[in-house]
């Protein structure tokens, strides 16, 4: 059988991704920097790669074999020194050079839904100037663009835990966010289609006032939401801009724009983000 590569393993997708193909049976290969991380999982050493994507040099002639690469390489908060273009944009470069002397057919790579409209971020910046190299690449590809996993979500639940969920503007803005384990078993049905973007959002359309009266129920709370206008978004944006590295303000950068604009895709999966809210209560 086709072998596929699993290169950002140890992330959040990654690992789902892994989980999945494994309950499929499916014959894979994880790169990985740490494979300690990935412990759990039980795989043959044969199955691990270590390599660090930053350095193109630890890929050299491990890829062989491959026929799909799917990649989800990339950083939310920069670390290590690490810049967006070092991670999202010349990692993955470095997977798609390798990938292509090694003989591979194709290449999945997960970015965001919206990214062509939203470049003047940094983080999208270096994610579309990858997705300009792979469409260029002459190898098949595929560009997943979800829009949120549940595990974002997560904010939500911290705002009310203290009673109250604080949003910019009305609070309408839809979005409909998907499990991980939900994209990554879509990722993988999807893998043989002819489809070289592919938007994956959850079962349930939300505003950000109904995620947020969920979050409010799952710990106990009444709804009680405080809408700041619109432009307190906008300062907070300029003024981390201005006074802030790229590191710092990039994650944020990014989060308020996204939640000042509808981000609905296509509905897969079946997790529902409440019962997601009620587990993330229990564990507390």
Excluded at 23 to 45: D, G, H, S, T
Excluded at 69 to 85: A, F, P
Excluded at 100 to 124: D, T
Excluded at 243 to 266: I, W
Aim: glycine share 8%; hydrophobic share 40%; proline share 5%.
């Amino acid at each position: 059988m086709k072998k596929i590569l699993i290169a950002g393993a140890t992330g959040y997708l990654g690992r789902h991704l892994i989980a999945e193909l494994q309950e499929r049976q499916l014959p894979f290969q994880a790169i990985a920097r740490n494979p300690q991380k990935l412990e759990r999982f039980q795989l043959p050493p044969d199955t691990l790669i270590r390599a660090e994507v930053t350095q193109p040099d630890t890929l050299r002639g491990q890829l062989k074999g491959i026929d799909t690469l799917i990649s989800t390489v990339g950083i939310t908060r920069q670390k290590d020194g690490l810049t967006y273009m070092d991670v999202d944009y010349q990692a993955n470069l470095n997977l798609l050079e390798e990938a292509k002397r090694a003989g591979a057919r194709k290449f999945i790579y997960i970015s965001a839904i919206n990214g062509q409209q939203m470049r003047h971020l940094k983080i999208m910046a270096a994610k579309e100037r990858f997705v300009d190299a792979l469409m260029a690449s002459g190898l098949e590809y595929q560009i997943v663009r979800p829009n949120g996993f549940f595990s974002d979500m997560t904010d939500f639940l911290d705002m009310a835990k203290g009673g109250r969920v604080y949003l910019f503007g009305n609070g309408n803005c839809k979005l409909n966010p998907i499990h991980g384990r939900d994209l990554a078993k879509t990722i993988i049905d999807e893998m043989g289609s002819s489809a070289t973007e592919l938007e994956v959002g959850g079962p349930d359309i939300l505003t950000q006032n109904e995620i947020a009266v969920l979050a409010l129920k799952a710990v106990g709370h009444p709804p009680n939401i405080l809408h700041l206008p619109d432009w307190n978004r906008r300062l907070l944006i300029w003024l981390m801009r201005t006074f802030t590295s790229s590191k710092t303000y990039g994650p944020f950068e990014f989060f308020l724009t996204m939640m000042a604009q509808d981000n609905v895709a296509p509905r897969y999966g079946v997790e529902r983000l409440e019962h997601f809210f009620r587990k993330e209560v229990d564990k507390l």
